[in-house]
């Protein structure tokens, strides 16, 4: 059974606390994305990474960074949480193996900051 | 740039069929994903087009035309559990880290 964890489902921090996000797959995947979902926005790209110790930014990568120190792990780093990255945040992996590639997502983790 | 486009909301009648039409303009294309996300959960995957024409698995069809970036899914025979939001997502080429690229979302609703 293919598995996407994240360390937290719910977490909740205060303004200008360092906040760190950890994600971890079993499934041996070279890529690892970092996603948030907000109510009519969608799901929005925050970075991503292909191989390890490399990194991309998304299309939203402001007030974030990211590590890549092991392929199975992927962490999201929030240097001084502001109110406004109140979210879902949701890890996902998949291959780069073959031409099919399903994305699987982890469980999530609902932030809430202060 | 990307531009991935597909309605707010559904409602339809159980036992019932509905379509869901999801449009794209990208600068890359490598596939075409169609996910369930439950509310409070995490999405899950329903199907995969690569290439133009009809996929079919189970209750659920997907269908992709890539010289109209145009795709749909269609439920058939609705049951009160596929009340649930529905993503379409664009891969973008390998070149470009596979990433995939959201619509905004389609909650459907089905109603007894």
């Known amino acids: 059974d293919v598995k996407v964890t994240q360390s937290s489902r719910y977490l909740v921090k205060r303004t200008g606390e360092k906040v760190f996000l950890e994600c971890v797959q079993d499934?041996?995947?070279?890529?690892m994305f970092w996603y948030r979902q907000d109510p009519g926005l969608g799901l929005r790209l925050i970075y991503f990474?292909?191989?390890?110790?490399?990194?991309e930014k998304g299309d939203i990568p402001e007030g974030y960074s990211v590590s890549r120190e092991k392929k199975e792990r992927f962490s999201l780093i929030l240097e001084s949480a502001s109110t406004n990255q109140t979210s879902m945040y949701l890890c996902?992996?998949?291959?780069?193996?073959?031409?099919?590639?399903?994305?699987?997502f982890g469980p999530g983790t609902r932030l809430t900051v202060l | 740039g990307q531009n991935i486009d597909q309605p707010t909301e559904m409602t339809a009648t159980e036992g019932a069929i509905v379509q869901i039409n999801c449009t794209y303009q990208t600068s890359g294309f490598n596939g075409l994903f169609w996910y369930q996300q439950h509310a409070g959960e995490a999405p899950t995957f329903l199907s995969y087009n690569v290439l133009d024409g009809l996929e079919e698995k189970g209750r659920f069809s997907s269908f992709l035309s890539r010289s109209k970036g145009y795709s749909y899914l269609l439920l058939k025979e609705l049951q009160m559990k596929d009340s649930a939001s529905y993503l379409c997502?664009?891969?973008?080429?390998?070149?470009?880290?596979?990433?995939?690229?959201f619509g905004g979302g389609t909650r459907v609703l089905v109603k007894p």
């Open positions: 996902a992996s998949l291959t780069s193996g073959s031409s099919y590639n399903e994305q699987f």
């Open positions: 990474s292909y191989d390890v110790k490399m990194k």
């Open positions: 499934m041996d995947h070279e890529n």
């Open positions: 997502a664009v891969r973008a080429p390998k070149a470009a880290g596979n990433k995939l690229t």
